[in-house]
């Protein structure tokens, strides 16, 4: 049963269980109980599963550690502490590992001097194992074993499967996963889920802990957390405390109007307005989308403040060699940086000391993640998180408003979880059949108690076990041998193979490896692009590369072929792969936003009534509001729809050069976007048999083709109970299909990176997944590993739930579909069809672009 702490426990109860050496340390060190504390440290001590929610600061971790560090304290000092491990703390990150170690041995050797005041030798040790422990220092751990393990989901995996780790936990009494909310959103999680359940076979009942930042829903968090025993969802507290920092947050324009103006004067104020910001401050953390825009905003602060930033600015992100990024968090914590850049890599935990202001250059695309982001300022419990957001644009500066809206009001964007990812059961079933035999039986029941396999069909597992056990022996001629024995008999597996536990060991996890891919017309080569991008292009595709455009025609192992493109402008943005997709919810509350503007310009309410509205509503400035008022009331006097959760509009504008245009203003997400996209362009090319060009972005997409493509009949013969057919159909011969199918090969070891000693690069892996996908195509369209990478793509790296969810409002009449022409793109419309012309275009042409679209519509509404 999942339930909600209500109650905190007393100073005294709390101060009753606790050592008085651990006392002394404790209040020598702090003032008193903070109110995760008060909360959780008795619920641990009375070995109750509990998810901690709290801010960044809010700690979280000693109170996951206090009651464990008294019982070994206790242990010690009666001599009758084992040689074994006690606890398991999983971390996400290597850096947030060394992090704990340091921060845990500071304490435990002040704890050791106390001790020796009253004579006590205090033995409690702490060991990291992680991908960067050495061989020797694994050897050590096995002489003298931690008594407090510190490691990773990939690690705790390995000393599972390792036999003489392995015994070291059979007692392990508990497991700390800090982080959850990163680890349970990705196939890591589903791995560590399945991990847990191995754990709970050595130690029945052992305590889980999970500490979480700003996240919901808590109860499915928890869920994952715990899992099942006898189809029923084990007890789990949860203590919600995330909300008990203040902030101080706005949402900040650099200039009073964000459409009439050009690049230089934006640009200028901007970086005018971070340097002021900065220059108030002690510290400043500043939070970019992508990777290039980190170095291009520390490039252009140094350029235009050289007297100002010099060597107390830096650069964070996960490009960055391990020993710069060390480097710049160790002079962050020493307070050597006033300001520091990064993408995403500092928004989990690293200590990097005291933060005053976190500014946001642009949205961080869903409520939760923005509240983290800012938590990282007043990295303590008592003190404020200040955060300031940038807008540059009037979608984003609406999108930031609601947001800030709802994380002042505490509505969280829900999580997504992965479930039933075939190749992470592949990779574990060898795992486990490596550690033991076990009955086939008892094994679909270990799986089952995950919260990520409560729902897998017998028919699944048996074709995991099938393939695994060698049943498919077409696929021996591509080198894919069995990896377990099964005896059909009596039911057992195990081991197959000497070299099983080897293979395992050098192959195990679940981040895929990614490298560039090089682009080639015929044998020249042009450049390179990353995976990620690739992925998302479909043959006749256009982007730019070195200020050039190209057409994609296929792409072989890490080979891009293109042609030249003279006519064409791009349709993918070359920065498409490192953009974060906005939340389904924060959307939603988006659109809500759009529908109450539009009641009120139906309702002929006056400029200063609608101006008190968004004052009201909204937390934003005398500028923004007037801002946000403007644009709307454009969009309304051009069209007199403006497109909300109730209302879906779908713009046809026919432009003399470049065809007919359908707007379609889907402010649902680009991952919800990608899926709807993707489906009408495919039942377009199979009514007509020709096809169409679509771009996409959070708030719409938009199809182009001749003047007699009839994208909307297209679009009116899509049923929700058929969507996902159609869209499997719709990725079946795609780049994001294959490469994605890499990944899932290579996590189920189809293909192994490692083998005998030897690494296979990325290249040889691709091209060896590329036959292979062939080969399995052939065998069974059904097969295993291909079914999860259509899962993969359709689920979590778009959303066809919600997407389904969509389809069927409309043909409930719950979302009505509106269809215009125009001469002109509406306002709402003007960065959807921007998405055709951003890389053509420099920023300051994109800027003057949107201007002159903006003339055009005011004097069409003005005549």
Not at 474 to 483: F, T
Request: proline share 3%.
């Amino acid at each position: 049963m999942i339930s909600l702490i209500e109650k905190q426990y007393s100073e005294r109860e709390i101060k009753a269980v606790l050592n008085p050496i651990l006392k002394e340390w404790f209040f020598n060190t702090f003032k008193e109980f903070s109110i995760p504390q008060l909360y959780g440290v008795m619920e641990i001590h009375n070995k109750q599963n509990i998810l901690i929610s709290a801010p960044t600061g809010g700690t979280k971790t000693l109170t996951a550690f206090l009651s464990i560090l008294n019982e070994l304290l206790t242990l010690s000092e009666h001599n009758i502490l084992e040689d074994r491990v006690y606890c398991v703390y999983i971390s996400p990150l290597k850096a947030l590992s060394r992090d704990i170690e340091k921060n845990l041995q500071e304490p435990l050797n002040e704890i050791k001097e106390i001790a020796k005041k009253y004579s006590k030798d205090i033995a409690i040790r702490i060991g990291l194992r992680t991908g960067d422990t050495s061989t020797n220092d694994k050897s050590a751990m096995l002489r003298k074993p931690p008594h407090i393990l510190i490691t990773t989901p990939e690690s705790l995996s390995i000393t599972l499967t390792s036999i003489k780790f392995r015994d070291l936990m059979r007692n392990v009494k508990y497991v700390i996963i800090d982080e959850v909310h990163a680890l349970a959103e990705n196939k890591r999680g589903v791995h560590l889920s399945l991990s847990m359940e191995r754990l709970e076979q050595l130690n029945p009942g052992f305590t889980r802990i999970g500490l979480s930042a700003t996240i919901a829903p808590l109860e499915e968090v928890a869920r994952f957390l715990v899992g099942y025993e006898n189809e029923k969802e084990r007890n789990c507290k949860i203590v919600d405390v995330q909300f008990i920092k203040k902030m101080d947050l706005k949402v900040l324009s650099p200039v009073p109007d964000l459409i009439n103006i050009n690049h230089r004067e934006l640009h200028h104020s901007m970086y005018s307005l971070i340097d002021r910001l900065v220059q108030e401050h002690k510290t400043t953390l500043i939070f970019t989308n992508t990777r290039s825009a980190t170095e291009r905003v520390v490039h252009h602060l140094k350029e235009k403040f050289p007297k100002k930033y010099t060597e107390n600015i830096g650069a964070h992100h996960g490009s960055l060699s391990k020993s710069l990024r060390h480097n710049i968090e160790d002079r962050l914590r020493n307070g050597e940086l006033k300001v520091i850049v990064c993408s995403t890599s500092l928004e989990l935990g690293i200590d990097i000391g005291y933060i005053d202001l976190v500014i946001l250059l642009g949205s961080p695309k869903s409520i939760a993640r923005g509240i983290q982001r800012i938590g990282r300022s007043g990295h303590r419990l008592h003190e404020t998180s200040n955060g300031r957001i940038i807008v540059l644009d009037r979608d984003d500066l609406v999108e930031n408003a609601v947001l800030l809206k709802n994380a002042i009001e505490r509505k969280i964007d829900n999580i997504h979880i992965p479930k039933n990812c075939l190749d992470v059961l592949a990779q574990q079933i060898i795992g486990i059949a490596i550690s033991d035999r076990i009955n086939v039986e008892d094994l679909f029941k270990l799986v089952k108690k995950s919260y990520c396999y409560r729902n897998l069909e017998r028919k699944q597992f048996d074709e995991i076990i099938d393939y695994l056990a060698g049943k498919y022996v077409s696929l021996e001629y591509r080198n894919i041998y069995a990896k377990i024995w099964h005896d059909e008999d009596n039911g057992m597996i195990g081991r197959r193979g000497k070299l099983g536990r080897v293979i395992f060991m050098t192959n195990v996890g679940t981040i895929p490896e990614e490298s560039y891919v090089k682009v080639k017309i015929g044998e020249e080569p042009i450049g390179s692009i990353d995976e990620g991008f690739l992925e998302r292009l479909r043959r006749g595709d256009v982007f730019v590369l070195g200020g050039q455009t190209y057409e994609f025609l296929y792409a072989r192992g890490q080979t891009a072929q293109v042609r030249t493109s003279v006519n064409r402008p791009p349709t993918v943005p070359s920065w498409f792969s490192e953009m974060l997709p906005l939340s389904f919810d924060l959307a939603l509350e988006v659109q809500k936003f759009r529908r109450l503007m539009e009641e009120r310009f139906v309702h002929k309410r006056t400029k200063e009534e609608i101006l008190r509205f968004v004052d009201e509503y909204l937390y934003v400035d005398k500028n923004g509001a007037n801002a946000i008022y403007e644009y709307f009331k454009e969009q309304y006097s051009y069209l007199k729809e403006i497109p909300n959760d109730k209302k879906l509009l779908i713009e046809v504008y026919k432009d003399p050069e470049r065809g007919t245009y359908f707007i379609f203003h889907s402010l649902f997400g680009r991952r919800v976007n990608d899926v709807l996209s993707r489906v009408i362009a495919y039942a377009v090319s199979r009514l007509q048999h020709r096809d169409v060009e679509f771009s996409i972005n959070d708030n719409g997409f938009y199809i182009r083709g001749n003047k007699d493509v009839q994208v909307l009949r297209a679009f009116k013969m899509i049923k929700s109970n058929e969507l996902r057919e159609l869209a499997k159909l719709a990725i079946d011969k795609t780049e994001i299909l294959k490469r994605r199918f890499r990944h899932c090969a290579t996590r189920a070891f189809m293909i192994l990176r490692t083998y005998k000693g030897r690494t296979k690069g990325v290249g040889r892996q691709q091209v060896a997944s590329t036959i292979l996908l062939n080969a399995v195509r052939q065998l069974n369209e059904n097969f295993s590993i291909l079914q999860e990478a259509r899962r993969e793509v359709l689920e979590d790296l778009m959303d066809i739930g919600n997407a389904t969810i969509i389809i069927k409002a409309i043909e409930n009449g719950e979302i009505m579909v509106k269809e215009v022409n125009t001469n002109l793109p509406s306002p709402f419309a003007f960065n959807i069809v921007l998405q055709g012309y951003s890389d053509v275009l420099k920023i300051e042409d994109k800027i003057e672009f949107l201007r002159r679209m903006h003339q055009k519509v005011m004097a069409k509404i003005n005549t």
